[in-house]
């Protein structure tokens, strides 16, 4: 009896610990890619859905790319004329909330490339480092197309 009881018990404390959200942030990324743009375009921009399934928040910090000079977190706003502007993110951080998701898309958050060294041809693919302030880099590959 005392056998089944201790089973039971740790069935329980397994089953319990598995269905837990995860201790700290648990970063992943999904759907990058960019336009495509010639070189003589001075700039480019990277576009993807960060997801935090873990229980702490993260913030991105930084990225950079062999395809681009330099490269900032920027956002979209609108100016009083009705056209868009674009200013690096406030605070230069991009926050992903414990079990949140955060969506970077043309007219709002993007990974703005400044100084692209690379044409940004349809099919092209280039490494982009996202440094994250808890979780670290994380290597994606951005896919150039044309808007998905």
Known sequence: MKK???MTF???LLTSACSSPA???QITVEGVWGRNSPKMASAGAFYMQIKNS???ADHLISASSEACGNVELHESYMLEDGAMGM???EGGMIEISAGGTVELKVGGLHVMCLDKVADFEIG???PLTLVFETTGEKIVEVSIQEEP
């Open 124 to 126: 092209d693919k280039y």
């Open 87 to 89: 200013r690096p993110v």
């Open 10 to 12: 740790f069935v329980v």
């Open 23 to 25: 201790a700290g942030p």
């Open 4 to 6: 089944i009881l201790w």
């Open 54 to 56: 873990g229980s702490e």
